[in-house]
């Protein structure tokens, strides 16, 4: 699974997540550090990765656009490093993998997950 993690997380997430074998990348090494919320959405789906944020707005753009991707998943917690919720997010993944790569909104916080099968 490919995972693009967006500006407002760490680049310390490409090989927390490496380690864990998925394919990271941070946005700013394959895009500009202003980019849109749609840019990026729209490079995720022309590259069938998953968005990893701490960003609500994904959500939004989802539902207004009603399609089924690219899947989402959001951080929801104050300290979002890897150190702290990585192993959390790592679960989560594995945990809803197969719907991820159909399409879905997964939400990670330090009690729970939350799935939403897109379109929403």
Do not use: C, Y
């Amino acid at each position: 699974m490919k995972i693009l993690i967006d500006m407002n997380l760490s680049p310390l997430w490409v090989p927390f997540l490496a380690s864990h074998q998925f394919e990271a990348t941070h946005w700013s090494t394959v895009g500009t550090p202003s980019a849109s919320d749609m840019q990026i959405l729209s490079f995720a789906l022309s590259n069938r990765a998953v968005i990893l944020t701490h960003d609500l707005d994904f959500g939004t753009l989802l539902a207004a656009r009603g399609t089924k991707g690219p899947s989402v998943i959001q951080i929801r917690a104050q300290d979002v490093l890897p150190s702290a919720i990585g192993a959390l997010v790592v679960r989560a993944i594995r945990a809803t993998e197969v719907q991820l790569e159909q399409g879905a909104l997964v939400t990670v916080d330090p009690l729970r997950q939350r799935i939403r099968i897109l379109p929403i």
